[in-house]
Nanobody, 127 residues
Framework: QVQVAESGGGLVQAGGSLRLSCAIS????????TAWFRQAPGAEREFVAA????????TYADSVQGRLTIARGNAKDTTYLQMNSLKPDDTVVYYC????????????????????WGQGTQVPVSS
């Protein structure tokens, strides 16, 4: 079955950087769009960034544009989220997800489109 696993979370100071990784197993990685979402306590899950299945297109939430980068990782079947200039407001749990629609043209920003999710990784940002 498809498994999604995030790693790389941890305490970081405001203004600092952190890279989260997402490993996806159980199917051909390069055929499916992947995305990162985040969720604060008591809030809805929020779209952060998405990567097209072929690695050639990305889309970002306005709130993170220019600070976060999603791309394929160097390790096999991984996606990473590079986060720079972190703010205390970025202190939430980050989730990696992947679609169940093979080679969908435009990665979606809607969480309900994504069929497989990781357990999430916490990113505390200290002020």
């Amino acid at each position: 079955q498809v498994q999604v696993a995030e790693s790389g979370g941890g305490l970081v100071q405001a203004g600092g950087s952190l890279r989260l990784s997402c490993a996806i197993s159980g199917r051909t990685f390069s055929n499916y769009n992947t995305a990162w979402f985040r969720q604060a306590p008591g809030a809805e899950r929020e779209f952060v960034a998405a990567l097209k299945w072929n690695g050639l297109a990305t889309t970002y939430a306005d709130s993170v544009q220019g600070r976060l980068t999603i791309a394929r990782g160097n390790a096999k079947d991984t996606t990473y989220l590079q986060m720079n200039s972190l703010k205390p407001d970025d202190t939430v749990v980050y989730y990696c997800a992947t679609e169940d629609n093979r080679q969908r043209n435009n990665p979606s920003r809607a969480p309900e489109v994504y069929a497989y999710w990781g357990q999430g990784t916490q990113v505390p940002v200290s002020s």
